[in-house]
């Protein structure tokens, strides 16, 4: 969906896809961009992404501690590649919204990974005078992922445009309540429980969200449990994979059936 509208490009995913005896996308929204704007005609079949919850699960991080922040503060993390689809400047606008409003105090935001847009929200953030709120960690091994997850209250992702992102998902699996903005396979993933969406660019609704899980503990918690309850329902690996496998078959059997 970011190359297909590209003139060099569309013609080989055009062959690609229509050439195949199975095509399978992580998101309705893929599905319809495949169909609307880069010329698929079959049916395909949606397969979202799975979660690990043998990494992905509940438990204790040392790194709010390790960072300074206390514990009772509101901790909001965010883990992306820091590209400009990722929107992460809402993050800078959040913080000043908060601030201005007088509601910023004892909020703390934890940043992992690294990108373009990294060191300039980092810039804005010293200019806003709201930097010290935030905590930069770069990029991390896979390993340490968890650890983010773990010691935040909820976990933010206000991008342009997703597929069916792994954040949410392996968020979701931490019992972490979620915030993404109202797009593409950010609102299939989140719709139904497990966490909260807010129009694009709306930053008066985004602080609406990470208020009321503030001030609402209990609201968190539900959350956090149904996000949990989704994945294991609906993200696990054995219930992904046996889709795949079944997709596998049936062109098998197509393939038998023709010959």
């Known amino acids: 969906h970011t190359n297909g509208n590209i ?9 690609s896809l229509n050439s195949a005896d199975a095509v399978t996308f992580v998101s309705e929204d893929l599905r319809r961009i495949a169909t609307e704007q880069l010329g ?8 979202p992404n799975f979660v690990d919850q043998d990494v992905f699960s509940p438990g204790e991080s040392k790194l709010r501690r390790q960072l300074g922040i206390s514990d009772d503060s509101f901790v909001v993390g965010h883990v992306s590649n820091f590209a400009p689809i990722k929107n992460t400047y809402a993050f800078e606008r959040l913080a000043k919204h908060l601030r201005d409003n007088g509601k910023l105090e004892g909020i703390h ?22 930097s ?19 010691a935040s209250d909820c976990v933010a992702l206000p991008s342009r445009h997703e597929g069916n992102p792994l954040t949410l998902l392996e968020s979701m699996a931490c019992a972490v309540p979620v915030i993404g903005s109202r797009v593409g396979g950010i609102e299939e993933t989140i719709s139904g429980g497990g966490g909260f969406l807010f129009e694009s660019f709306s930053t008066q609704e985004f602080a609406d969200i990470v208020m009321n899980l503030k001030n609402n503990p209990e609201v968190a918690k539900k959350a956090g449990e149904d996000g949990l309850r989704k994945v294991k329902l609906k993200y696990s690996p054995s219930v992904i994979l046996n889709r795949y496998l079944d997709t596998f078959e049936q062109v098998i059997r197509n393939a038998r059936s023709n010959n």
Not at 7 to 15: T, Y
Not at 40 to 47: A, C, P
């Open 7 to 15: 003139d060099s490009v569309n013609p080989i995913l055009d062959l």
């Open 40 to 47: 698929y005609q079959g049916e395909g079949k949606v397969i």
């Open 109 to 130: 935001f934890i940043m992992a990974g690294d990108g373009k847009q990294k060191s300039s929200l980092e810039e804005y953030l010293v200019k806003q005078g709201v």
């Open 132 to 150: 010290e709120n935030f905590h930069f960690l770069g990029e991390l091994p896979a390993s340490e992922i968890p650890d983010v997850y773990n």
